[in-house]
């Protein structure tokens, strides 16, 4: 399964959903936050490199906790957003017969995006480039 291009589509719907989830002027932190997480995903292509980022923003977002950080959001939503890319290329996993990465993963939400984004027909994904 070619990875990278799911992933920067993934990446991309999640950008501009972000941008208009976290359009208030208090919600700052969480849209840079959210925009990092994609961007730190964009060009991935292997799920090693993929687990790597999540583990190293969640240490980042970790500290941030522990010392208070005035902008612990930021770090937080990072970690949310590369989950949610994780949950998700699980979900194609699944579909495609293989482990998905994670034990909680993946999540219905992410199922449904997967099928939007590999195209679905009777509730099965038909599009999976090999």
Known sequence: MD????????????????KAYYSRSNQ???LKGSIEGYELCQG???TDHLMEALHK?????MLAFADQADD????????AVIEWVCNVVSAAFVVKGLQPLGP???TGRAMIK?????GARQGRAWRIPE
């Open 44 to 46: 991935i292509e292997h």
């Open 28 to 30: 700052a932190d969480k």
């Open 72 to 79: 612990y959001g930021r770090w937080r939503s990072r970690v």
């Open 3 to 18: 990875l990278g291009w799911f992933i920067n589509r993934v990446c991309a719907d999640g950008i501009l959903a972000a």
């Open 104 to 106: 909680r993963w993946p």
């Open 114 to 118: 997967s099928a939007n984004i590999l």
């Open 57 to 61: 923003a969640n240490e980042r977002a």
